[in-house]
Nanobody, 119 residues
Framework: QVQLVESGGGLVQPGGSLRLSCAVSGNIFPFNTMGWYRQAPGKQRELVAAITASGRTNYADSVKGRFTISRDNAKNTGYLQMNSLKPEDTAVYYC?????????????WGQGTQVTVSS
């Protein structure tokens, strides 16, 4: 079974940095896309960053210039480097791996990791 395990969350002061990791296992095929989402209490889940199989990236306007998404296909892992963190970045962060199949796209979610930015 495909599983996504996230790590790297925690408590950090404003201006600090964290790197989130999303390790994918149980997949027969390489994941096609990796996305990072976040959800704060009382708010909808939003897309933060995404990366395609070819390495193309996209970012929410709120994190451009501060966050960097990457992937290591050999390690079957995706990453989200978060710099210059702000209190408004506080949320549960979820990774999502998408797999292209003949009939469409399957995607799987990680368990979420808490990121808290506070002084």
């Amino acid at each position: 079974q495909v599983q996504l395990v996230e790590s790297g969350g925690g408590l950090v002061q404003p201006g600090g940095s964290l790197r989130l990791s999303c390790a994918v296992s149980g997949n027969i095929f390489p994941f096609n896309t990796m996305g990072w989402y976040r959800q704060a209490p009382g708010k909808q889940r939003e897309l933060v960053a995404a990366i395609t199989a070819s390495g193309r990236t996209n970012y929410a306007d709120s994190v451009k210039g501060r966050f960097t998404i990457s992937r290591d296909n050999a390690k079957n892992t995706g990453y989200l480097q978060m710099n210059s963190l702000k209190p408004e970045d506080t949320a549960v962060y979820y990774c999502n791996a998408g797999f292209s199949r003949p009939f469409g796209v399957l995607d799987y979610w990680g368990q979420g990791t808490q990121v808290t930015v506070s002084s």
